[in-house]
């Protein structure tokens, strides 16, 4: 069973639902030609998508493009239902580092058809994830900066500054839908600079004040 760590409390939670919010920021809506969403866009991965730290991303063979998304990681520790926008942060038990992999081929297609985008996201290693700090640790999480570098090379940097929708707000809005429960993880949404990778990439993100994470492409 994969788990999500807290190690500075000594804490850890078996991973629940993994709930992903899509077109987050206006620059990288932008760079993928993406209409502004009125409501937050959301999909899932499971579980078994999770690697850690130091673990390597096995690109599908039914793909040629995967894409790195880096992105802010909310860990629920208190569950709950219809969460007030007011109220939202005392459900977070910890903030990590995690990488959306998008196989943006696959995905483009998908769109195309109107098709649900689980196999272009929810593969085995599409979701690379640090360990967490706890929540109490991060003073603003609309002020913490997301840089990816490949092979040393900077790609992404961007503030979570630049949200459009606020960490408070999703967790709010989410948590209408969804009831949620501790050990379920939110991935934020992605700056602009996400682009492909290869086989023998080495991926580093890092969020100040959070953490960071190192993979490896097989
Ligand atoms: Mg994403």
Redesign the pocket.
């Known amino acids: 069973m994969k788990t999500a760590r807290i190690p500075a409390v000594g804490k850890e939670f078996p991973i629940g639902k993994i709930l ?3 077109r987050n920021y206006v620059d990288h809506i932008k760079e993928l030609g993406n209409e502004t969403p009125a409501a937050p866009v959301i999909f899932m991965k499971p579980a078994t998508s999770v690697i850690g730290d130091g673990d390597e991303i096995v690109i599908p063979p039914y793909s040629k493009n995967c894409h790195h ?1 880096a ?1 802010l990681a909310l860990l629920i520790g208190t569950g709950g239902k219809d969460i007030p926008v007011d109220q939202a942060l005392s459900h977070l038990a910890g903030y990590g580092v995690a990488i ?1 992999l ?1 196989l943006r081929d696959v995905q483009d297609e998908l769109k195309k058809k109107g098709l649900p985008w689980e196999i272009a996201k929810g593969f085995d290693t599409a979701c690379p994830l640090s360990d967490f700090v706890p929540a109490g640790m991060v003073d603003n999480p609309q002020q913490l900066q997301i840089r990816l570098t490949v092979n040393g090379d900077l790609r992404q940097d961007g503030s979570t500054s630049l949200m459009i929708h606020s960490v408070t707000r999703i967790v709010s809005h989410i948590s209408t839908i969804f009831t949620l429960e501790p050990g379920d993880i939110i ?1 934020t ?2 700056p602009a600079g996400v682009g492909p990778l290869v086989p023998g990439d080495l991926v580093y993100a890092e969020i100040s004040g959070v953490g960071a994470l190192k993979v490896t492409v097989k």
């Open positions: 992903c919010i899509g998304e992105e959306d998008t991935l949404g992605t």
